[in-house]
């Protein structure tokens, strides 16, 4: 079995049977940067808010625990979510 390693930015879809690597033309490239960028800036603007909840001490102390919990796990998904848009962004340069 041969292993192959497509270019860095290439999309990859991951099944339960191994990845499939997408070819992706230069014009795709720059509608999949679009993509990324509009992704990323989504992104951000959920974690500015988690992060003004969980910033505002009069939340934390009002709301339940459970409440406050979740927003804690939602803010680490956005910055592993983030994070992996950026490095994706970075490989279609």
């Not at 497509?6 to 690597?21: D, Q, S, Y």
């Not at 990323?40 to 001490?57: D, F, P, S, T, Y």
Request: no cysteine.
């Amino acid at each position: 079995m041969r292993k192959y390693q497509a270019p860095a930015g290439n999309p990859v879809a991951v099944t339960p049977l191994g990845e499939i690597f997408l070819a992706v033309a230069a014009a795709d490239r720059a509608g999949e940067r679009q993509r990324l960028d509009k992704e990323i800036a989504r992104i951000e603007v959920e974690m500015r808010a988690v992060e003004e909840k969980l910033g505002n001490q009069s939340f934390v102390d009002r709301a339940p625990m459970a409440i406050v919990e979740e927003h804690r796990q939602r803010l680490k998904g956005f910055n592993a979510q983030l994070e992996k848009l950026k490095h994706a962004r970075e490989g279609l340069n």
